[in-house]
């Protein structure tokens, strides 16, 4: 199954590290030069190019921004949670995972991935059903970063938090029922951090599991976060405890 990467960032990442099987790219020539580096890159990998007008992309990509690069690939590969806590275990750090429960919106997802590679998450867990998976949409906004994060996708998340109590990794999930606030929680030991979906929150079933419930104080009106916020901020709190404290 074909799978086509709009943008220059996005294009770049997937090229520079070529774990994937590349179609082919097709440039904008008008905008050959604006995208040398990109050409450069292609052809020292001996990546079949194609040139077509900047209004002939924009037809391909029907309304997406594509910046004048399209890049013909593959699905990026999911992983099994064995492989995230084996990239823990050589890169000799405490795991830190991040498990989504039902995610919808494409461009969370996307954010979470980039927010996720910034900060140093060795893997994401998402659900087989009822959720976004790995989508042009998602890789475009993780600006390339989802090329560098594993993902795995299960079939029960509450199987899969089964097989990370095993491995000694405590699951933490964020809820503003949650009794303990996100920054008073030890993020130093093995965790994984659980976010629910956009407008239902984490599943009875999961929290159920959870080790901790932890909150974000909110001192606002709004009485929650956007979820890609909301992990952004907890994982940087992990980042802070882990690095800087």
């Not at 900060?119 to 998602?138: C, D, L, Q, Y």
């Not at 405590?170 to 994984?192: H, L, Q």
């Not at 606002?220 to 404290?245: D, H, P």
Request: net charge positive.
């Amino acid at each position: 199954m074909n799978r086509m990467i709009f943008g220059k960032n996005s294009v770049y990442e997937i090229l520079k590290d070529a774990r994937r099987q590349i179609k082919k790219l097709v440039i904008a020539k008008e905008l050959k030069e604006e995208l040398s580096d990109i050409l450069q890159l292609a052809k020292s990998k001996g990546i079949n190019l194609q040139y077509l007008s900047k209004k002939e992309l924009d037809k391909i990509s029907k309304g997406v921004s594509n910046q004048g690069v399209i890049l013909y690939t593959y699905p990026k590969d999911y992983v099994y949670i064995e492989d995230i806590l084996s990239y823990a275990k050589e890169k000799k750090e405490a795991p830190f995972i991040i498990i989504l429960d039902s995610i919808q919106d494409p461009y969370n997802l996307g954010a979470i991935i980039r927010t996720s590679e910034c900060s140093g998450v060795h893997g994401i867990i998402i659900p087989e059903r009822n959720a976004v998976h790995i989508t042009s949409t998602v890789e475009r906004i993780s600006v390339g970063a989802s090329e560098y994060v594993m993902v795995a996708r299960v079939s029960n998340l509450n199987n899969a938090i089964d097989v990370l109590k095993q491995n000694n990794i405590w699951s933490i999930g964020v809820e503003r029922e949650g009794k303990e606030e996100y920054f008073k929680m030890d993020f130093k030991k093995p965790i994984a951090l659980i976010f629910g979906s956009e407008g239902e929150g984490i599943k009875k079933s999961i929290k159920e599991r959870c080790d901790y419930l932890v909150n974000i104080p909110l001192k606002g009106k709004i009485t929650s976060l956007n979820v890609s916020v909301a992990a952004g901020i907890l994982m940087y709190e992990v980042v802070r405890q882990r690095f800087f404290s």
